[in-house]
C-alpha cells in the first residue's frame, strides 16, 4: 500500500507516540507496509529500566516497617517518623520510575515496544508500594509485550507485585483467597460474563501456594497447595496454577477479549464486530502472537478509512509523550510531568482501580481540557502552570499536589530544528502545511483565519503553538 501523510501520521501516533515533521516526510517516500515493517524491526529487542536498586527487592513496604518498629531504642515517635520516610522515599523512587519510562517512550527508538508496554500497563492494572517491584514489573510488560500472550499472562502471574496485589500471598489451601483467580479470568482474559462463580472458586484452589519470598522471586509452597480434584469450564484435574491458565488460554473468548480490548485502545472505541470476528479466531489460532496480531492491524486498510482516523482523544501520558516525539522535546523537570499527570488524572504505576484507566471520553471534562489547551504555552514558554490538581484522598498521588513543580523552566525545545522540514514558508503556506502535519483533522477556514490574525514575533512558533490549543489536537 503506498503511504500517504495522513495514514503516516495515524500510524505512528496509534503504533507509538507520534513522530516528527521530518520524520514523517522521510517515511512518505516509502511505502506504507516498509513504515509498518520499521516499527516492529525498531521494537525488536527490549530496553528495561534501570532506577531502582535490585537489591532492594527483599525489602516490601511490610518488612520495612516491621524492621523500624522492632528498633527498641528509637522511641515511639521516632519509630513513626523513619518509617514515614521510608515510605516517603518509595514514593519519590516509583516517580523517578515514572519519569524515566515517560523519557524512554518519548525518545527510543522502541516506539512500539512501548505503546504496547503502556497498553499492558493498564490491562494488568496494578499497584505496588516497592519501587524494586514496580520497575520488575514494568520491564516484565516491556519484554513480553510483543511476544506470546501466554509467555506475557505467565510470568504477570507470577509477579511479585501482582501477587501482592491482588493478595494470592494469601491463598492457601485452608482458606482460599478468590481476588487473584476473579480478576484473571474478568479482567486479564475472559471478560465478565465468559465464567461462574464456581469456576473462580475451582479456580482460586489452583492458585494456592503461589506466592513470593523476601527477595521478590516466585516461590510454589506445596504445604500451602490444594492438591484434591477441581473442576473447572467443565473439566475435571488436580489442576495446578499453570493448568488453570492453559484452560483460560484454551478458551475462544480470551481471544474475542483480548482482540476486543487491543481494538478499542489502538483503533477505535467502537469496536467493529465483524473485524473482531474475524482477527480473534486467528489470534487464537496463531497461539496469542501478540506482534502478528499488531502487524495484522497496522497493515490492513480498514485501520486507515476515516472513520477511525483522529477518533481517540489522546490519554494524559500520550499527550505529554507525543509532545516529547513531535518536537524533539525534553522535560527536564521530574516534578513537572509527575503534576500534569496527577492534574489529568493518569499517574503511571498508580491505576484507578483493577480495572485501570476506562479511557475514551472519560480523559476530558471542561477542566482538564481547558488545561490540555493551556499546557502547550506552558511548557514551551517555561511558564508557571496556574492549575490546582485536585486531591483526591490517595496518600500515594496527593503528594504530588502540594509539590512545586507547575514551573516548565527545564523544558528544552529546538525550534531550529523543528522548522527545517517548513523552511520557506510563511503565512497561510506555512499554517496550512504545520496543521497537516499536527492534527488529525483538517482545519476549518474560519479556525485558519483566526491563527493567520494572531499578533506574531516568530511565525513559526507562534502558529505552531496556536494550532496545539485547538481542541483538535487532542485527538489522535
Same mark, same amino acid.
Given at each position: 500500500?503506498?503511504?500517504?501523510?495522513?495514514q503516516? &501520521?495515524?500510524? @505512528?501516533?496509534?503504533?507509538?507516540f507520534?513522530?516528527s515533521p521530518a520524520a $514523517?516526510q522521510?517515511?512518505s517516500?516509502h511505502? $506504507?507496509?516498509?513504515?509498518?515493517n520499521?516499527?516492529?524491526? #525498531?521494537s %525488536?529487542?527490549?530496553?528495561?529500566l534501570h532506577?531502582?536498586d535490585p537489591?532492594?527487592l527483599g525489602?516490601t513496604?511490610k518488612?520495612?516497617?516491621?524492621m523500624?518498629? %522492632?528498633r527498641d531504642s528509637?522511641?515511639?515517635?521516632?519509630?513513626k517518623q523513619?518509617a514515614?520516610?521510608?515510605?516517603?522515599?518509595?514514593?519519590?523512587?516509583?516517580?523517578d520510575?515514572?519519569?524515566?519510562w515517560v523519557n524512554?517512550?518519548?525518545s527510543?527508538k522502541?516506539a $512500539?515496544?512501548?505503546k504496547?508496554t503502556?497498553?499492558?500497563?493498564?490491562?494488568?492494572?496494578?499497584r505496588?508500594?516497592n519501587?524494586?517491584y514496580?520497575?520488575k514489573q514494568?520491564?516484565?510488560?516491556?519484554?513480553?509485550a510483543l511476544?506470546k500472550f501466554?509467555?506475557?499472562?505467565?510470568?504477570?502471574s507470577?509477579d511479585?507485585?501482582?501477587?501482592q496485589f491482588?493478595?494470592?500471598?494469601q491463598n492457601?489451601k485452608?482458606?482460599?483467597?478468590?481476588?487473584?483467580a476473579?480478576e484473571v479470568?474478568?479482567l486479564?482474559?475472559l471478560?465478565r460474563?465468559n @465464567?461462574?462463580?464456581k #469456576?473462580?472458586?475451582?479456580?482460586a484452589?489452583?492458585f494456592?501456594?503461589?506466592?513470593f519470598n523476601? *527477595?521478590?522471586?516466585?516461590v510454589?509452597r506445596?504445604n500451602?497447595h490444594?492438591?484434591g480434584p477441581?473442576t473447572i469450564f467443565g473439566?475435571t484435574?488436580n489442576f495446578s496454577?499453570e493448568?488453570?491458565?492453559?484452560?483460560?488460554?484454551?478458551r475462544?473468548?480470551?481471544?474475542?477479549?483480548?482482540?476486543t480490548?487491543?481494538?478499542?485502545?489502538f483503533?477505535?472505541?467502537?469496536?467493529?464486530?465483524a473485524i473482531?470476528?474475524?482477527?480473534?479466531?486467528r489470534?487464537h489460532q496463531?497461539? @496469542?502472537?501478540?506482534s502478528w496480531?499488531?502487524?495484522?492491524?497496522?497493515?490492513? #486498510?480498514?485501520?486507515y478509512?476515516? *472513520?477511525?482516523?483522529?477518533?481517540?482523544?489522546?490519554s494524559?501520558v500520550?499527550?505529554?509523550?507525543?509532545? %516529547?516525539?513531535?518536537?524533539?522535546?525534553?522535560?527536564?523537570?521530574?516534578q513537572s510531568?509527575? @503534576?500534569? %499527570? &496527577?492534574?489529568?488524572?493518569q499517574?503511571?504505576?498508580?491505576?484507578?482501580?483493577v480495572a485501570?484507566?476506562?479511557?475514551g471520553?472519560?480523559?476530558?471534562d471542561?477542566s482538564?481540557? $481547558?488545561?490540555?489547551? &493551556?499546557l502547550?504555552?506552558?511548557?514551551f514558554?517555561s511558564?508557571?502552570?496556574?492549575f490546582k490538581?485536585?486531591?483526591d484522598g490517595?496518600v500515594?498521588?496527593?503528594?504530588?499536589?502540594q509539590?512545586?513543580?507547575r514551573q516548565f523552566?527545564?523544558a528544552?525545545?529546538?525550534?531550529?530544528a523543528?522548522?527545517?522540514?517548513f523552511?520557506?514558508?510563511?503565512g497561510?503556506a506555512l499554517v496550512?502545511?504545520?496543521?497537516?502535519?499536527l492534527l488529525q483533522?483538517?482545519l476549518?477556514?474560519?479556525q485558519?483565519?483566526l491563527i493567520?490574525k494572531r499578533?506574531k514575533?516568530s511565525?513559526?512558533?507562534?502558529?505552531t503553538?496556536?494550532?496545539?490549543?485547538?481542541?483538535e489536537?487532542q485527538?489522535g
Amino acid at each position: 500500500m503506498k503511504s500517504n501523510l495522513s495514514q503516516l &501520521k495515524h500510524l @505512528y501516533l496509534r503504533a507509538g507516540f507520534g513522530a516528527s515533521p521530518a520524520a $514523517l516526510q522521510e517515511a512518505s517516500r516509502h511505502s $506504507l507496509s516498509k513504515a509498518v515493517n520499521h516499527l516492529f524491526e #525498531d521494537s %525488536q529487542t527490549s530496553s528495561p529500566l534501570h532506577v531502582a536498586d535490585p537489591q532492594q527487592l527483599g525489602y516490601t513496604r511490610k518488612t520495612l516497617l516491621e524492621m523500624v518498629m %522492632q528498633r527498641d531504642s528509637l522511641s515511639q515517635d521516632q519509630r513513626k517518623q523513619m518509617a514515614q520516610q521510608i515510605l516517603r522515599e518509595n514514593r519519590e523512587q516509583i516517580g523517578d520510575i515514572n519519569y524515566a519510562w515517560v523519557n524512554q517512550m518519548g525518545s527510543g527508538k522502541e516506539a $512500539l515496544r512501548e505503546k504496547m508496554t503502556l497498553f499492558w500497563h493498564g490491562h494488568f492494572a496494578c499497584r505496588s508500594l516497592n519501587p524494586a517491584y514496580v520497575q520488575k514489573q514494568n520491564n516484565v510488560l516491556r519484554e513480553n509485550a510483543l511476544g506470546k500472550f501466554g509467555d506475557l499472562l505467565g510470568a504477570i502471574s507470577k509477579d511479585p507485585a501482582m501477587l501482592q496485589f491482588l493478595n494470592n500471598q494469601q491463598n492457601r489451601k485452608q482458606s482460599p483467597n478468590e481476588n487473584f483467580a476473579r480478576e484473571v479470568m474478568e479482567l486479564f482474559t475472559l471478560g465478565r460474563g465468559n @465464567y461462574t462463580e464456581k #469456576d473462580i472458586k475451582e479456580a482460586a484452589r489452583s492458585f494456592t501456594g503461589w506466592g513470593f519470598n523476601g *527477595r521478590g522471586e516466585f516461590v510454589f509452597r506445596k504445604n500451602q497447595h490444594d492438591n484434591g480434584p477441581k473442576t473447572i469450564f467443565g473439566k475435571t484435574g488436580n489442576f495446578s496454577g499453570e493448568d488453570t491458565l492453559n484452560l483460560l488460554l484454551e478458551r475462544p473468548e480470551t481471544a474475542t477479549f483480548l482482540v476486543t480490548k487491543i481494538y478499542r485502545f489502538f483503533v477505535n472505541d467502537q469496536p467493529d464486530q465483524a473485524i473482531i470476528n474475524h482477527l480473534a479466531p486467528r489470534f487464537h489460532q496463531k497461539e @496469542y502472537d501478540i506482534s502478528w496480531l499488531m502487524k495484522e492491524i497496522f497493515s490492513s #486498510d480498514w485501520f486507515y478509512d476515516p *472513520r477511525n482516523i483522529g477518533t481517540k482523544i489522546k490519554s494524559p501520558v500520550e499527550f505529554l509523550v507525543g509532545l %516529547q516525539r513531535t518536537f524533539g522535546l525534553t522535560y527536564g523537570s521530574k516534578q513537572s510531568v509527575l @503534576y500534569i %499527570q &496527577k492534574a489529568l488524572d493518569q499517574v503511571l504505576f498508580y491505576p484507578p482501580n483493577v480495572a485501570g484507566w476506562p479511557g475514551g471520553t472519560a480523559w476530558i471534562d471542561s477542566s482538564s481540557l $481547558l488545561l490540555r489547551m &493551556k499546557l502547550p504555552e506552558v511548557i514551551f514558554n517555561s511558564a508557571e502552570l496556574n492549575f490546582k490538581a485536585k486531591a483526591d484522598g490517595d496518600v500515594n498521588t496527593d503528594y504530588l499536589t502540594q509539590k512545586k513543580g507547575r514551573q516548565f523552566e527545564q523544558a528544552e525545545l529546538n525550534w531550529q530544528a523543528f522548522g527545517t522540514a517548513f523552511e520557506g514558508l510563511q503565512g497561510e503556506a506555512l499554517v496550512t502545511a504545520l496543521s497537516t502535519h499536527l492534527l488529525q483533522r483538517p482545519l476549518r477556514s474560519a479556525q485558519q483565519n483566526l491563527i493567520l490574525k494572531r499578533k506574531k514575533e516568530s511565525e513559526l512558533k507562534d502558529y505552531t503553538l496556536a494550532l496545539l490549543t485547538l481542541p483538535e489536537y487532542q485527538l489522535g
